[in-house]
């Protein structure tokens, strides 16, 4: 199956790890936008096709090199259903269903790596912005808000916020905090972010 | 001067230290409320009265042991003052007085600390909690708010928020928003959190 590669045809482990290695070292080198499966491909030394065969989009690769807790495809229709009305309070609800199911610890991990390593923040905040949040913004009718990346980044000052305080200092009583009061607390904030008023 | 302690009379630095091996300790042991200065002393086999030369009080010897940029003297005052009223704003432009100064890489330091020691979030969490926003929250009329510390945990959940995308991930353009800009934008956050409706 891995023919013209040749490399170790046997042990497929072996490939995914080196595919993955090399995927990290292109993601950090070029950034989310400019690496490509074929960028990576080369750089793992194997056929394009048997990138796309194990991992799927490049995407799919980024999430599977990060060990990153969310993919796009899921979190993103979720959020902008319906438009934006209560786009704060369904935000608040998608997070909580990501971070209080198994997959936050994938999530706490992915944070502490962030805050111990510049190129991890550049990374994750590039992928977040180009597949998350810009497209989110697209759908709801704010490409064109002239503060639209400073909103985008106030969104991500409050849920990291909560992300940080939550999960990994565990403050109390935010860390046990039901998700009713979470999105009553924290949903009005977040709507304010995406469109009300938040100008000097 | 050291007298009856017994330790390197002549080696001021090398009692400094000692001191705040023992202060570090014992705050991680015990807690900051049950830490005293007696009990440090006896970690570090010196005088009590030696502690109190060097250091001054036990919120001095805190913030000395672990480095916080913070004294709870110098920014509860600025905080409360003029009440319940714009406290958010107020609470905004301290907090980037102290950040955005030279003084904001102590912490980041110890933001970085806390996300990596469990134990130094625990002991941040209590010290912040005891000496700044709960007597900040009497000053201001709001101890008996059966949300009290709900709020409390809102606030750090915003301001540490804040602290990570803009000190630590620096997410432009956040990194680079001016004061008048943040305090627009999450000073209504922050009064919210302190005096407005939260509850489910």
């Given at each position: 199956?891995?023919?013209?590669?040749?490399?170790?045809?046997?042990?497929?482990?072996?490939?995914?790890?080196?595919?993955?290695?090399?995927?990290?070292?292109?993601?950090?080198?070029?950034?989310?936008?400019?690496?490509?499966?074929?960028?990576?491909?080369?750089?793992?030394?194997?056929?394009?096709?048997?990138?796309?065969?194990?991992?799927?989009?490049?995407?799919?690769?980024?999430?599977?090199?990060?060990?990153?807790?969310?993919?796009?495809?899921?979190?993103?229709?979720?959020?902008?259903?319906?438009?934006?009305?209560?786009?704060?309070?369904?935000?608040?609800?998608?997070?909580?269903?990501?971070?209080?199911?198994?997959?936050?610890?994938?999530?706490?991990?992915?944070?502490?790596?962030?805050?111990?390593?510049?190129?991890?923040?550049?990374?994750?905040?590039?992928?977040?912005?180009?597949?998350?949040?810009?497209?989110?913004?697209?759908?709801?009718?704010?490409?064109?808000d002239?503060l639209?990346?400073r909103r985008?980044?106030l969104?991500?000052?409050?849920?990291?916020?909560?992300?940080?305080?939550?999960?990994?200092?565990?403050?109390?009583?935010?860390?046990?905090?039901?998700?009713?009061?979470?999105?009553?607390?924290?949903?009005p904030?977040?709507q304010r972010y995406i469109t009300g008023d938040i100008d000097a």
């Amino acid at each position: 199956m891995v023919g013209k590669t040749g490399r170790r045809p046997g042990d497929p482990a072996h490939t995914r790890k080196t595919i993955l290695d090399a995927a990290m070292q292109t993601f950090v080198e070029t950034g989310f936008e400019k690496a490509s499966i074929r960028k990576i491909a080369g750089a793992a030394k194997v056929d394009p096709a048997l990138v796309h065969r194990y991992f799927g989009t490049k995407d799919e690769l980024f999430i599977a090199a990060l060990d990153v807790p969310i993919t796009p495809s899921e979190v993103l229709p979720r959020v902008v259903a319906g438009g934006r009305a209560e786009v704060g309070e369904r935000l608040v609800r998608t997070f909580l269903s990501i971070w209080d199911s198994p997959r936050g610890d994938a999530g706490v991990a992915i944070l502490r790596s962030a805050v111990a390593h510049p190129w991890i923040a550049r990374l994750l905040r590039e992928f977040v912005f180009t597949r998350v949040i810009l497209p989110a913004f697209t759908e709801i009718g704010l490409d064109d808000d002239p503060l639209r990346d400073r909103r985008a980044t106030l969104v991500a000052s409050q849920i990291l916020g909560l992300a940080l305080t939550r999960y990994v200092l565990r403050f109390e009583p935010l860390a046990s905090a039901s998700e009713a009061e979470l999105v009553a607390a924290i949903g009005p904030t977040l709507q304010r972010y995406i469109t009300g008023d938040i100008d000097a």
